[in-house]
């Protein structure tokens, strides 16, 4: 995928999403990550990792799991311009994917295998994630069905970062601002409800602080 679908889909004078550089960077030494909850239409996660100058990208519904028994889907969209990894804010209802979004963990990757193109068109890529919430061994692999092609399964492997705790319930807050999602939509301009529905209750507000 090229950055062609992403710049398609957004009118950017309405939307503070960046467009994008017209040249992207150098491969870097250490490849970055990025998971952002976005309060749309439905609640997700978006499951980013820089390869080839963007951002490959994954829907993931209920977010990832630490527990290698469960199999998040994970459907592929289209890649996302490196910069997206730095945005946190609003998207603007009526445009696409209007919605609060959070910058809900980030960090670096590594390939098991640093042919990445080949494994991504095997349909299984197996990784590990250095990030403040995800870390420790990985692995995407493809499915039939959703929709063809676009139908990935997000998995933990089993190692010592694994856990039966539910950390998208644990650590609801951001990594760049400490924000709840409600909080980022109330000081820039989006939908408080909304955005409020999908944070978790009161009692269990204090992760990150």
């Given at each position: 995928m090229a950055l062609e679908a992403?710049?398609?889909?957004?009118?950017?004078?309405?939307?503070?999403?960046?467009?994008g550089a017209a040249r992207p960077r150098r491969r870097a030494k250490k490849l970055r990550f990025v998971v952002q909850k976005?309060?749309?239409?439905?609640?997700?996660?978006?499951?980013?990792?820089?390869?080839g100058g963007?951002?490959?990208s994954w829907a993931v519904p209920k977010g990832p799991s630490l527990d290698p028994r469960v199999k998040r889907l994970a459907v592929r969209v289209e890649d996302h311009p490196l910069e997206y990894a730095?945005?946190?804010?609003?998207?603007?209802?009526?445009?696409?994917?209007?919605?609060?979004?959070?910058?809900?963990?980030?960090?670096?990757?590594?390939?098991?295998d640093p042919d990445v193109a080949e494994h991504l068109d095997r349909?299984?890529?197996?990784?590990t994630l250095n990030g403040a919430k995800l870390t420790g061994g990985w692995a995407l692999v493809r499915t039939r069905?959703?929709?063809?092609?676009?139908?990935?399964?997000?998995?933990k492997r089993r190692d010592g970062a694994a856990s039966t705790r539910d950390i998208t319930a644990a650590e609801p807050r951001s990594?760049?601002?400490?924000?709840?999602?409600?909080e980022i939509a109330l000081?820039?301009?989006?939908?408080?409800?909304?955005?409020?529905?999908?944070?978790?209750?009161?009692?269990?507000?204090?992760?990150?602080?």
């Open positions: 992403y710049r398609r889909k957004r009118r950017f004078d309405r939307t503070s999403e960046p467009k976005h309060g749309a239409r439905r609640l997700h996660y978006d499951f980013r990792l820089e390869w963007v951002l490959l730095q945005f946190e804010g609003v998207i603007p209802a009526g445009e696409y994917g209007g919605g609060t979004v959070m910058i809900w963990d980030r960090g670096t990757w590594s390939p098991d349909g299984e890529l197996a990784f069905g959703y929709r063809s092609g676009e139908s990935w399964l997000l998995i990594v760049a601002s400490d924000r709840l999602l409600a000081a820039e301009g989006g939908d408080v409800r909304r955005a409020a529905a999908a944070d978790p209750p009161p009692s269990k507000r204090s992760a990150g602080r």
